[in-house]
Nanobody
Framework: EVQFVESGGGMVQPGGSLRLSCAVSGLSFGVYEMSWVRQAPGKGPEWVSGINPTGSHAYYKDGMKGRFTISRDNAQNTVYLQMNSLKPEDTAAYYC?????????????????WGQGTQVTVFS
């Protein structure tokens, strides 16, 4: 059984930081491109960042590089998203997702696997 366990979400003030984790089991983690996708209330899903299977290349939506950093630990089957300088507009449910090919996809159906999400709320 494939399981994605996301954690690290919470409530933070603007300018604060959070580190999201997504621990994966039940699949060959090291062959998958991993991504983070977020969905704010009342809005469509938005691709945030992706990282290739070896962790040697990371990709970001325009405007997020510099504030967000994606990384992975293939020995721990875990992908991370370090989020700094958070803004109210970063408020969303954040999902990690796996695909066998690279791409800035937004829909759950475009991925092989999709996590349950973790909520991030940035409030004044």
């Amino acid at each position: 059984e494939v399981q994605f366990v996301e954690s690290g979400g919470g409530m933070v003030q603007p300018g604060g930081s959070l580190r999201l984790s997504c621990a994966v089991s039940g699949l060959s983690f090291g062959v998958y491109e991993m991504s983070w996708v977020r969905q704010a209330p009342g809005k469509g899903p938005e691709w945030v960042s992706g990282i290739n299977p070896t962790g040697s290349h990371a990709y970001y939506k325009d405007g997020m590089k510099g504030r967000f950093t994606i990384s992975r630990d293939n020995a721990q089957n875990t992908v991370y998203l370090q989020m700094n300088s958070l803004k109210p507009e970063d408020t969303a449910a954040y999902y990690c997702a796996a695909a066998t090919t690279a791409g800035a996809r937004t829909k759950e159906s475009d991925y092989d696997y999709w996590g349950q999400g973790t909520q991030v709320t940035v409030f004044s």
